[in-house]
């Protein structure tokens, strides 16, 4: 037995020794699967035991199958003979269609025209008929016309034959007139009806390609024309997905998809060139394929794009590809040009800053013996690049100071760069931002002076001039540049904001040195520049406030009036302390002046206008005082309406007190939130965030607990920014974080209860057994009430990681919760 | 990535003017309702090439390997789309591969 046999044989697993069930099962999964060779074994053996007509009919699909995969692959003279075994099974059997097409194929157009000469009483089922008439048609466009003559004169084979041949030539001949003239004699029903079709959507190809596909679509796999039709397709294609899908169409179709699309025999050959290559073809075979067209393709582009080739390699063979392509090696320009592009992945700035500079030099050398103004234009670009590629001079870079640092080199190579070429303004404008950031402001003015010759009205410069000015606290000069800005670019809301604010900043500098006339003249400045309301308001609030620095009765008391009463608005209250803020007075001042009490929300309307104010001044990089957020911590601790908010108010007002870092407030509100909606993680995380404000200290497991909970939850809901959050917020090395392993071995612990937190009061163990445990040390308590050694082996872990206070402390805290059993329970109680 | 002057059909020696006109034109031929990739790789090939000092910048930092697409449209780029010769329509009807 050969092997090839012994393994069929093994593909159904001795199918003669199978119980017929078992094997009727494997045939019909071998069929399912379309493993035909199974399939036809298990069925023969099936019809050995027993002669079923459904097996036939199984037996002849798996024939079937098994004939067009030996004709997909070549292999039609077996296809064939499979075709055949299949006919023989059942003389009643209607003529497959594929085996049909194969006999037209293999040039059995007899065996084909007789099976319909001699079907005159109609026995072939119609569609059967007319896929054979199909075959034979398209055999007879493809040269094949002598076989009319074997046809019957009322075949429509033979009928529709002259138009459907006057079609084709017209076709080739470009005169679609005659194309459609013949077009129309063919009848639907006529077996050169995909011919027909096809040719409408030729002529629409080049006008209206969806039109054209759409016809295509009509036609079947199993027709006639099917090459035909999977050459127009294909060549309706876009050009990149063609690229890929003609590389598995068979050849004749490739070549007649081409056409249509228009492609020179040449961008055929290459093609198929570059195919052979395969998919992902090697740099070398690439480099040597450019070489073989270098005529055509031109030596520049050739050297260009080989050298792209050898830089994406990082074998120090590749340098020598191009010798052995057929090309020059790389001159002392060019290797050093690879040598930098590798360097481009690397993060170091010194290499970078190096390489590239190796590249300029050998072109400045170059630029001794030609002046060429390119060549000055690459110098500037070679220098630039290492800043470029690693961001040596961008936000948020400053200026070292230091005449070694990479910084002060890359700054260097920047000012060189501009003696190259000078008219790069976003090389200027760089420069000038780096200096700025490091307040080196005269280097700033040198370049900004350089810029300003070259384009006086451009709003880069511009802005670039007004942030120097303003860094130098030359607001007047700042203003005269803004008012330029606003004339080219009125709706230029950055420069207006930024003159305002550097206006308010000069302000508090007047005031905090006792200049009040002075504050007053800046506050005048701002307010003449802002368009926001609000920030208008907030001018004018400041500008009252200067009159409690000036001692003014009247002002102040136009204030208390304003401010004093029973049921002033927390917003309102907010907005006065901004505006002390923002002039340097101390809110204490302000309160005793006016007489203020203590602020507290009044209702949810207000609570809301607080927190929206409160989340706009964090916007607005406004810098709250001390003063200002501990009246803010107290007014929002006190009976605050948190549990009137939405949902969505009370979870922004947790991320905006999170951001003032007004943890009490935030603990609060999270609370309310957790107790409306319990099992929602998102304020699981506020309160523990704002509970552990500098990070979990084991005061207490059930938090720990509670937000791994909340955690699980996240993540089951798919609120994976949620989920993301809370991994963050545990502990490195708390249960989940696992520093170094697993849990913390707690014997006893209680499983994780989320729903179960109350609020954080502990139940503490009776004073004297903690004044005990915190003398002794929680570990030799243990020992000495006999404590099992496993609990006092998990003690002294937590000790090891923990250190002995925490350790003692989430003890006590377990302990105290009642949730843990008491090891102290049933101990005897020291005297 | 694709080689900009073979998308916008230009020499490597085009100026700021071929560049500007070459870009109009390829967006004329296809705006970005009728093919928005296509649309997108004659913009990204414009910005690449704008300026005499993108050009440069292209010619001296561009790393990109030539892609098959490059190569073929270098060497026969794609002409009008024509008609197949009627012995090869009829190998396709005979069934040949």
Not at chain 1, 379 to 391: C, K, M, P, S, Y
Not at chain 1, 609 to 634: I, V, W
Request: hydrophobic share 40%; charged share 30%.
């Amino acid at each position: 037995m050969t092997k090839k046999h012994k393994r069929r044989k093994g593909r159904v697993g001795g199918s003669h020794e199978i119980a017929t069930p078992i094997l009727t099962e494997r045939a019909q999964e071998a069929l399912d699967a379309q493993r035909w060779r199974d399939a036809i074994t298990a069925y023969k053996e099936l019809s050995k035991r027993e002669d079923r007509a459904d097996w036939r009919l199984r037996l002849a699909d798996a024939y079937a199958g098994r004939a067009g995969e030996l004709t997909e692959k070549g292999m039609l003279k077996e296809a064939l003979a499979i075709w055949e075994n299949r006919a023989a099974l059942d003389p009643q059997l209607p003529l497959a269609p594929g085996h049909a097409a194969l006999l037209v194929r293999l040039d059995r157009l007899d065996a084909a025209v007789a099976l319909l000469a001699e079907d005159g009483d109609g026995a072939l089922p119609r569609e059967q008929r007319e896929q054979i008439r199909a075959q034979l048609a398209a055999r007879i466009l493809g040269g094949d016309d002598a076989m009319l003559e074997r046809l019957p004169d009322d075949d429509p084979i033979r009928r529709h034959a002259a138009p459907a041949l006057t079609a084709l030539a017209g076709y080739c001949d470009g005169d679609d007139e005659a194309v459609r003239a013949a077009l129309a004699e063919i009848p639907f029903r006529s077996p050169y009806r995909d011919w027909a079709q096809i040719l409408k959507a030729l002529l629409l190809q080049p006008t209206a390609p969806a039109e054209a596909k759409a016809l295509l679509d009509r036609i079947d796999d199993d027709s006639g024309f099917a090459p035909l039709r999977r050459a127009a397709i294909l060549s309706l294609l876009p050009e990149h997905e063609f690229l890929g899908a003609a590389a598995t169409a068979k050849p004749a179709e490739r070549r007649v998809a081409a056409v249509l699309r228009g492609w020179p025999s040449e961008r055929i050959a290459v093609w198929q060139a570059l195919h052979a290559l395969g998919d992902d073809p090697p740099p070398k075979a690439l480099i040597c394929l450019l070489h073989q067209h270098q005529p055509v393709l031109g030596a520049d582009w050739v050297r260009r794009k080989s050298l792209s080739l050898i830089a994406s390699d990082r074998s120090p063979e590749s340098i020598h590809w191009l010798r052995e392509c057929g090309g020059k090696a790389p001159n002392h320009f060019e290797q050093a040009l690879l040598t930098a592009w590798r360097t481009d992945t690397n993060r170091d700035p010194w290499l970078l800053l190096e390489r590239w500079r190796d590249c300029a030099a050998f072109l400045e050398r170059q630029w001794h013996q030609r002046k060429d103004p390119d060549l000055a234009l690459r110098i500037a670009l070679l220098l630039r690049h290492a800043d470029a590629q690693g961001n040596m001079l961008g936000p948020p870079a400053q200026p070292s100071g230091h005449p070694e640092e990479f910084d002060t080199i890359a700054a260097e190579y920047l000012e060189a760069s501009l003696s190259w070429d000078p008219d790069d303004q976003a090389t200027y404008l760089r420069l000038i931002h780096f200096y700025r950031r490091g307040r080196q402001l005269k280097n700033a003015r040198r370049l900004l002076e350089q810029a300003q010759e070259r384009w006086p009205r451009d709003m880069g410069v511009l802005e670039a001039a007004m942030d120097i000015a303003l860094d130098a606290r030359s607001f007047k000069k700042a203003a005269g540049l803004a008012r330029r800005i606003l004339d080219i670019d009125p709706i230029n809301s950055g420069v207006r904001r930024r003159l305002v604010n550097a206006h308010l900043a000069h302000a508090r500098k007047q005031q905090t040195k006792g200049r009040g006339d002075l504050a007053r003249k800046e506050l005048a400045e701002a307010a003449s520049w802002a368009r926001d309301t609000t920030i208008s308001k907030r001018i004018a609030l400041m500008t009252a406030l200067l009159s409690i620095v000036d001692g003014d009765p009247d002002g102040v008391r136009a204030l208390r009036d304003q401010f004093q009463g029973q049921d002033i608005a927390l917003a309102d209250r907010l907005e006065l302390a901004l505006a002390a803020d923002a002039i340097g007075l101390w809110l204490g001042t302000v309160d005793n002046q006016l007489k203020l009490k203590k602020p507290k929300a009044r209702d949810r309307d207000d609570l809301a206008a607080t927190m929206t104010r409160l989340r706009s001044a964090r916007d607005d990089d406004l810098n709250l005082s001390d003063a200002t957020l501990r009246m803010l911590e107290a007014a929002l601790t006190s009976r605050t309406p948190w549990d009137q908010l939405s949902r969505v108010e009370l979870e922004a007002a947790c991320e905006t007190l999170a951001r003032h870092e007004l943890d009490r407030a935030r603990q609060q509100a999270a609370n309310a939130g957790r107790k409306r909606w319990r099992n929602e993680p998102i304020f699981e995380l506020h309160r523990f965030e704002a509970k552990y404000p500098d990070g979990f200290d084991y005061r207490s497991m059930k938090d720990l607990w509670g937000l791994e909970a909340a955690l699980d939850r996240a993540r089951a809901n798919g609120e994976m920014r949620t989920a993301i959050r809370i991994e963050e917020a545990l502990p490195a090395f708390g249960p989940r974080g696992g520093l170094g392993g697993g849990p913390i071995p707690v014997p006893s612990l209680p499983p994780i209860f989320a729903d179960d937190f109350a609020e954080d009061d502990d139940e503490g163990l009776p004073p004297d057994i903690v004044d005990i445990i915190r003398t002794i040390g929680i570990k030799r308590a243990l020992e000495i009430f006999g404590a099992p050694p496993e609990l006092i082996r998990s003690v002294k872990e937590i000790e090891r990681m923990m250190g002995p206070d925490a350790a003692t402390d989430m003890l006590l805290d377990l302990l105290g919760d009642g949730s843990t059993p008491n090891p102290f329970e049933d101990l005897p109680f020291p005297p | 990535m694709r080689d900009p002057y073979l998308v916008l059909g230009l020499s490597t020696d085009a100026d700021d003017d071929a560049v500007e006109r070459a870009y109009l034109e390829a967006i004329k031929r296809c705006p970005p309702e009728r093919d928005a990739t296509r649309f997108s790789a004659i913009r990204t090939a414009y910005e690449q090439l704008r300026t005499r000092r993108d050009r440069a910048a292209f010619d001296l930092f561009d790393t990109t390997p030539p892609a098959a697409i490059d190569i073929l449209d270098k060497i026969a780029p794609v002409g009008a789309p024509a008609r197949p010769e009627r012995s090869l329509l009829q190998t396709l009807l005979r069934g040949e591969p």
